[in-house]
Structure formats: structure tokens, C-alpha cells
């Protein structure tokens, strides 16, 4: 069973900094496209950044500058380092993975800016 766990969401106050992780296991991970999605309350699902097999990354417009998405395919594991950040940043954090028409989700870290 394809397990994707996120850890390091948490309360920081605005322009401070959060490493969000999301370890995989049972997938060849390194053939995935892994990406970070958010959620905020009453809004749509969005997605914030995505790394592909050869590193290329993208990123939405809002987060662009502050946010770093990168991988470690040794340890299975794809990062989000969340830098300046602003309250308009809170939202649960989802983890995914896909290739072709597989695409396996996280149960979400929730990260709150406040002050």
C-alpha cells in the first residue's frame, strides 16, 4: 500500500519559516512527479509547487521567491521549504505523487501564520 506521510506543518508567525517533508513509501520514487498542493478554509485545492524526475521545478505566482521545493530520491522523501511567510499562506499542505494515471495523495499537514 503507497503510504505518503507529511510531517513539519506547525503555528509561525508571519515571515517566519516552516520545512514541510512528505516521505513515500512502496513507489519507485524517483520516476514520480512529486508536487505540494494547499487548501485553505472555504477555498479550492491549489497547487503550490511541483519537482519533476529531472529536478525541474514550478511554482504558483503567490509563492514564488519565498517557497523551495526539492528532493532527496534516497531517502524517498520530497521538501517544502516555506520562507517569508505570510498569513495568506495558511492552509492544509498536501503531498502528492503521480506518473501517468497513478497519483497518490498525503493525509495533509496543517500550516498555520499567525501572529
Known amino acids: 500500500q503507497v503510504q505518503l506521510v507529511e510531517s513539519g506543518g506547525g503555528l509561525v508567525q508571519p515571515g517566519g519559516s516552516l520545512r514541510l517533508s512528505c516521505a513515500a513509501s512502496?513507489?519507485?520514487?524517483?520516476?514520480?512527479?512529486m508536487s505540494w498542493d494547499r487548501q485553505a478554509p472555504g477555498k479550492q485545492r491549489e497547487l503550490v509547487a511541483s519537482i519533476g524526475i529531472d529536478d525541474s521545478t514550478n511554482y504558483v505566482d503567490a509563492v514564488k521567491g519565498r517557497f523551495t521545493i526539492f528532493r532527496d530520491n534516497a531517502k524517498s522523501t520530497v521538501y517544502l521549504q516555506m520562507n517569508r511567510l505570510k498569513p495568506e499562506d495558511t492552509a492544509v499542505y498536501f503531498c502528492?505523487?503521480?506518473?501517468?494515471?497513478?497519483?497518490?495523495w498525503g493525509q495533509g499537514t496543517q500550516v498555520t501564520v499567525s501572529s
Open positions: 502528492n505523487a503521480q506518473r501517468g494515471v497513478s497519483e497518490y
Open positions: 512502496t513507489i519507485p520514487f524517483s520516476i514520480y512527479t
